[in-house]
């Protein structure tokens, strides 16, 4: 089966294969949906503020910065401490196998058929990770070292991502409101109260303009019944798609399929995005091609088939938890 070789295999994945993988992302209402599918560097890394986080009123403060008399010396602003986050990337993998026939068809049609052919073959495979992404992004499971950081890792005041600790160092911490303190108390029934208190403490003293409410659909219904005949809807769009949800303060309530039944996650969107490590190869043309998979080939152990494994290297990367905020503990 040496007909189709590793690096052929790899530049119709990503020229033909791939577009449709990230379509199908930034259509889905999954949490894959909600962020962008994206080329990232070969080093994530992401200066950040480590003072000066939260909103407070500077004007007319000694050694500061604001306003100042008319010949009056200019205030020295404070200084705002900087440190660098590097996101690290993590492996995402399966095994494509194709088999004889379907490869001599496909050269038998020429380079089209053989193209088309084997985006289907490789598709079918590859879609089988996106499920596995969908539940690391989301933080499901027990997290170790293979794993990405997920939301739930990420909306914290108490993890270390990115090898930060959110407990020491509250520049990188975001707003938890924890009703039953993690004290194995029973979960707390949604209110708007409980909603409005993460509002309003990421917009008034964390200076965050959250544009999306991440949530199960256990608390997506509980906030439907909360609102009874008061309940408004309001469209939301991911990529080509729009979906309807319902509104809170005009800010679009997602449910989310697999996510947490407790929480309820506040979040500017912008910040968050899906990263992958560019993989480049060259056609017989010289022409580059480049997308998020390497493929190489394997052996076929004795069967009428080649094998093929296909990697990702993915990062869900959060610009500013500070930003982020979550009502936990719900019931």
Known sequence: MANINATAVQNILNTVAFPEFQKAFNNSSDFLGQVPLQAGKARIQIPMHKTGMAMTATSNLADDAGSFAEGATIPNGSAQGRQTVEWDYKSYGTTVSIEGMVQAKALAGGYN???????DELMAGVDDLKHSIHLDALGVGVANTSKMSGVKDIISASNTIAGVAQGSNAWFASYINDPANDSGDDDTALTVALMDDVFQNMVD??????????TS??????????????IRYIPY?????????????????????KYDATRMDFVQSGDWSLQYLPQKSYTAEGKLVEGAFKVESKDGAGYDAISFTVVAYLALVCRNPFKQGSLLDLE
């Open 205 to 214: 003293v964390r200076g965050a303009t959250p544009d999306a409410i991440w």
């Open 113 to 119: 058929a053989m193209t088309d052919m084997l985006a």
């Open 217 to 230: 659909f256990a608390q997506y219904n509980a906030y439907a019944n909360l609102m009874s005949d008061k």
């Open 237 to 257: 769009g991911t990529g080509d798609a729009r979906f309807q949800a319902l509104n809170y303060n005009g800010i679009p309530v997602i449910p989310v399929p």
